[in-house]
């Protein structure tokens, strides 16, 4: 940190312009920014499910799940589009009343925020105005502009599905026409319905008519065997007997015969399809037995009337005539009922036939119901897609209802002074951080590595000084160093015991490195002069009180016993001449002569900031550099290093100021402390 503040206090020029300017241009932003008030609403997405479900029969079903969006498709995004769409905003900016604020739509589209809330149906809108009633105003334009938008788009969707679905519904509801009418062709020429209770009435129908056939033939053969015997013992057959009873040429008794043998068929036929107590069965069972009757009436009246073998047979059943009668009724019977097997056998015939077509009409059956389904089950489909059209149209663009109608705070929402406060002190922050970087990586804080590579003879360390003017008085915690500061210069050989006290630039301690090291020489012994050798400045006399009109004196004034002072005052004019023509060398000579000293001290100007430092090093070429720590810059440095070197001065040491101590110092009393113990 303490880093951090030496480094910025470098720079605190340039730091304070850079921040008036950040301030400057704050101010000016808040006073010129326009004034800008945002009303607020809501809107919200309703279901947009319908509740339409239709069945397709052999294709399933149609629920109100399989149209609207895909998982993919956000509703609240589409609906952002089309309240953000240019079509929409134009509408909006045709009705404004500061359109001619905003020549083009891209500027206008920038009062408009829209942001869907996700895991919701809700819609926020945020519009700006230069007064509140502007922005409110606004916002009811660009509701109703979008609902009214929402209303052209769903009539537009809506004509085109049907327009669509209209003549794929007219193709499907004639292919379904037709489609039915082969299968109730199909059914009527086949008499097809159910085949499996079709099957079981042939296979039942088939029982009972064989059965009844194999009745009727067992009594045809009775019958006929009963003729026979008959035959044999009247020694007739039966055309004999009918002629001798003159029946042969009898037509009624004919056409009641062969009555009698259609009736009997019929007869079979019904009770195979209906139970003895039908009105059917019955009917036909009165009907036959009449018939019955009347043949036996012919019978018996032609046996009566007529005369057999010469002789009239009167003798009841035993007689001739009797058996004659039984024989041709036994005739007709048989005859009867042999047509009855007849007629059954080709009915069997016939239902066998049907029996072994079945599967095939089966299969043809089945195959003509399942197009017919399917093209039903299109046509279905079809059919709930333009009932669906309208469900889909509401479902792609819903009535958006208003959840929060338009409001506007009365506090304008731009510009935000604290916003712009915000941004100025990080903008102040920022670029004062970018500055201090950018000119401390030009010109950067001496390091130690930027001194290695010079060699000195003598390299000592000074802590910081509590008092930045410590005057003629050592500090406690920094004469110990001072005195092995003085130690060390004593052994360096000088020339002429003169030594050039110098630094880079202003505030290093040169000053104060100059009477810190006067004061331990003496304490050490020596007799020591010191001469303030800014010419500008004189800031070595300031310190020490030496502020009359004073020119280089030839005579030092006496600071204390065995340290002498030669002060001077600031100067202007050509001072590098009083230098150069051997003024300043003869003062100090003379200066010099007066008394015998040990050492002499030049406090001089910083090397980088004047030129006559560097001219000193030929009258006094042993130079002790000194160096702060957290204020001495590299380019500085070097620049008054290589400047001393082109003059061919000595370094004699490096003095580093400033240091940080950490080690306690080792307490100890004075002398005269120790005296008055």
Known sequence: MEKITTVASRHWKYLIILNLLVLVATVGKIAVSRKVWTANAQLILPNTTGNLDA?????????????????????????????????????????????????????????????????????????????????????????????????????????????????????????????????AQFKESTGLINSEEQTKGIVTTLTTLTTAQAQAQAQAQANENRVRTLATRLSLTPVQAIQSLGLGENQDYQFVRNKLAEVDAT???????????????????????ELQ???????????????????????????????????????????????????LQSQIEKLNKDL??????????????????????????????VNQSSIDAFNVYPNVQVLDPPTVDLKPSSPKVSL?????????????IALVLFLEGRNPLLSPKDLQAIKFP?????????????????????????????SAISLQPLKDRRLLVTSAIVGEGKTTVTLGLARALVDLGFRVLVVDGDFRQAGLSRSLGYTQDLSIVEQPVQLQQNLDFIPTLPKQGKIVEMVTRGRFKQSLAAAQSAKNYDYVLIDSAPVSQTSETALMTAIIPNVLFIVRSGVSDRDSVTHSLNQLAQHNAKIVGLVVNGLETRARSYPYRSHSSLVKS
Not at 89 to 111: A, G, I
Request: net charge neutral; glycine share 6%; proline share 3%.
């Open 267 to 289: 007869l079979v036929q019904t009770q195979v399809n209906y139970t003895e107590d039908h009105p059917r069965v019955q009917s036909l069972l009165s009907e036959r037995n």
């Open 458 to 486: 003598l390299v000592a360390g000074l802590p910081r000084l509590k008092h930045s003017k410590m005057g003629l008085r050592l500090e406690s915690e920094t004469d110990v160093e001072f005195q092995l500061l003085a």
């Open 420 to 432: 712009t406060v915000i941004s100025a002190l990080m903008a102040s922050v920022l670029g004062s």
């Open 293 to 343: 009757r009347q043949i036996q009436g012919y019978i018996t009246q032609a046996s009566a009337t007529n005369t057999v073998d010469g002789t009239v047979d009167t003798t009841g059943s035993e007689g001739r005539a009797t058996l004659i009668q039984q024989m041709i009724l036994a005739e007709g019977e048989a005859s009867s009922q042999q047509r009855q097997a007849e007629q």
């Open 55 to 183: 069945s397709l029969g052999t294709l399933g079903t149609l629920q109100n799940g399989d149209s609207g969006f895909s998982p993919q498709v956000n509703p609240l995004k589409v609906q952002t589009s089309i309240l953000t769409s240019d079509a929409l905003l134009e509408q909006v900016r045709v009705n404004d009343p500061e359109k001619s604020q905003f020549p083009t739509l891209s500027k206008y589209k920038q009062l408009f925020d829209v942001s869907p809330q996700e895991q919701s149906t809700l819609i926020s809108l945020a519009v700006n105005g230069s007064s509140p009633e502007v922005a409110r105003q606004r916002a009811i334009a660009l509701i109703q502009q979008y609902q009214q938008r929402l209303n052209e788009l769903r009539q537009t969707d809506r004509l085109s599905r049907k327009q669509f679905s209209q003549k794929e519904l007219e193709r499907s509801r004639q292919s379904l026409a037709q489609a039915q009418i082969q299968l």
């Open 356 to 385: 072994k077509s079945l599967p095939a009409n089966q299969a043809r059956l089945l195959e003509l119901e399942r197009q017919s389904d399917v093209v039903e089950g299109v046509y279905k489909g079809l059919l709930a897609q």
